[in-house]
């Protein structure tokens, strides 16, 4: 009876496993450093690694990118701020989720320029995720 007492009482005692949100926000959080490091770097390869192969918002990141360094410019300190996360849908290697975040924070670096970016409103969006290798990539955001 001791040992069916200890069980019980480990069982209660044991931490809950965290909302699926919580995950969600960390993998979101992590995803929007590795986006703020290759705007700050400029690096478009980089860029593109965190989106999967064909996805359409990869390729308007990349271009906007692109355009921001023609034209000699970084953006450093990009901040985007989640104010929060709904998960749809979880099955295996893709997460599904809708999303209210905003740019907070950033600031336009280049030769005789620097200027902090806007903050934007909040928006609400779908994105959809793939694990690809191990990592999370923005497959779209609607």
Avoid: K
Wanted: glycine content about 8%.
């Amino acid at each position: 009876m001791t040992a069916w007492l200890l069980s019980l009482w480990l069982s209660l005692c044991a931490p809950a496993a965290p909302p699926p949100e919580v995950e969600a926000a960390a993998i979101l959080h992590a995803w929007d450093d590795r986006r703020a490091q290759a705007w700050a770097d400029g690096d478009v390869d980089a860029l593109g690694d965190l989106y999967t192969a064909g996805s359409p918002t990869g390729r308007a990141d990349r271009s906007m990118l692109r355009s921001w360094r023609d034209r000699g410019l970084r953006v450093e300190g990009l901040e985007t701020q989640l104010l929060a996360v709904r998960v749809r849908d979880r099955s295996g290697d893709r997460l599904a989720l809708v999303v209210t975040d905003r740019l907070a924070g950033g600031t336009a670096v280049g030769v005789g320029v620097r200027v902090p970016l806007p903050r934007d409103e909040p928006s609400t969006r779908r994105v959809v995720l793939r694990r690809v290798a191990g990592e999370w990539r923005v497959r779209s955001v609607v």
